[in-house]
């Protein structure tokens, strides 16, 4: 049973999420990504691409934000989730010293800096996966499930995809290794962790895993990617601080698109049983999925920020979603593409047509910063049609509430009142 508490700085968390390779423009894909991080003669080389964030740091912290949610920064094979080196910056990124820089200047600005764990698989081209089928009595042997009796043995892969090996989290040196790799991290910026396919990984892997890196890090921040399951009992039992709540996030696109707020309140009042245990991280979209304006359009994905950001949770917000950014996700090679764009070299160079939506989304979380008490609020509902949803998120830790109203049934509206019933935030 969990024994820790989660961080106090938690509690203020509003945080961007940017895909590090596609944001810096760096290629991700067989050849591309190989030529990239080595010359003609096959030395390895770096771009220190890294240095593109810093432009991008007194953006995020005008509009809000006060933590930056990246991506895979390591050294891995291609798409940042086929690791080849935990404890090294990826060389299409740059290097340690750059990493540095970075969380140096995020932090001089109060910005907390997440990173993304990758410690379900690594790469098919991993050193010690290589040297693990090679000799099965070899120490990288235990890290991995490899039936050395098939010629050539086989690994255990994540869901199908070859180039992707399960570790074994039964191993006690597979424990020990992401041990060493997060608290490493920790002594250089890393402020909290989102723990990539956490689905997949047995919780007891993290309650054997976390405690040592609270030991060294007691402010570290876990969370973890569950798409589906026991919400609650993955964070109990895995001692996370909190999981992804993917039920809200397809509830609040679904119910927009289809006209059907009777969805969405079903999964508020699932929302408000999870708060009772954990704080969920929220989202209306991430490097995985479709564009919240792509599906659902431009007007009803302010309104699905509007919910993102008056319920209870811990916000994160997609790099490009406040700009309106559009990109549709699709299942074959490059697929992900449209989602994982490349930003300009300054915010002074980003397009005039995304100023509306960033307008409201700095609207959004000043509002969230008047009101922090958001962060656990329960929501309880007043009105409930198909196309008309009222609803209340209320003050656990005093008095007062907010009044949410979303309007779908002529043109997509939104209006929060305070206690008083003042119109404080409009939005048609």
């Keep these: 049973m969990s024994q820790h508490s989660t961080p106090d700085w938690v509690s203020h968390l509003i945080g ?65 989730y086929d690791t080849v080196d935990f404890f090294r910056i990826d060389p299409r990124l740059g290097d340690e010293e750059d990493f540095l820089a970075f969380t140096r200047a995020a932090h001089e600005r109060g910005i907390k800096v997440l990173a993304d764990g990758v410690f379900n698989h690594v790469s098919e081209h991993h050193p010690s996966f290589i040297r693990a089928l090679e000799d099965q009595n070899c120490e990288e042997a235990q890290l991995f499930r490899i039936d050395y009796a098939q010629d050539p043995p ?60 609270r030991d060294e890090h007691p402010e570290v921040f876990v969370y973890g990617e569950v798409i ?22 397809k509830a609040l696109w ?44 431009a007007e009803k994905a302010l309104l699905a920020a509007v919910v993102l950001f008056t319920v209870g949770g811990v916000p994160l917000v997609y790099y490009g979603d406040e700009q309106g ?35 409201i989304y700095h609207q959004l979380i000043a509002l969230r910063r008047t009101y922090p008490w958001l962060h656990i609020a329960r929501t309880e509902i007043d009105v409930l049609e198909n196309e008309h949803l009222v609803y209340r998120s209320i003050n656990q830790e005093g008095e007062g509430h907010l009044q949410v109203e979303l309007d779908i049934r002529d043109t997509p509206r939104a209006v929060v009142r305070d206690a008083t019933g003042t119109e404080i935030l409009s939005i048609s």
């Design 228 to 249: 589906h399951g026991d919400y609650a009992a993955i964070a109990e039992e895995s001692g996370m601080d909190s999981v992804t709540q993917y039920e809200l996030w």
């Design 16 to 80: 961007w999420h940017i895909y590090p390779l596609g944001f810096c423009g760096a290629p991700t894909r067989g050849d591309h990504a190989w030529v990239d991080k080595h010359d003609e003669d096959g030395a390895e080389r770096v771009t220190h691409r890294l240095r593109h964030l810093l432009a991008w740091l007194d953006y995020v912290q005008e509009l809000g934000f006060n933590a930056i949610q990246l991506g895979p920064i390591f050294d891995s094979a291609s798409h940042g």
């Design 254 to 297: 679904s119910s927009l698109k289809e006209k059907n707020f009777f969805e969405l309140q079903w999964n508020l009042d699932r929302h408000n049983a999870f708060l009772d245990s954990f704080v969920p991280v929220t989202f209306i979209g991430n490097h995985d999925v479709t564009r919240i304006a792509t599906q659902i359009g």
């Design 154 to 213: 086989q690994a255990e892969c994540f869901e199908g995809h070859g180039a992707l090996v399960n570790l074994n989290h039964d191993s006690p040196e597979v424990a020990k290794h992401i041990s060493e790799v997060m608290i490493y991290w920790g002594y250089r910026g890393i402020d909290g962790w989102r723990l990539d396919a956490a689905y997949a990984v047995p919780p007891v892997f993290w309650s054997k895993v976390l405690p040592q890196v």
């Design 325 to 359: 950014y559009t990109g549709l996700k699709e299942e074959r090679e490059g697929g992900d593409d449209q989602i994982r764009p490349a930003m300009p070299d300054s915010p002074e160079e980003l397009s005039p047509l995304g100023e509306h939506a960033c307008r």
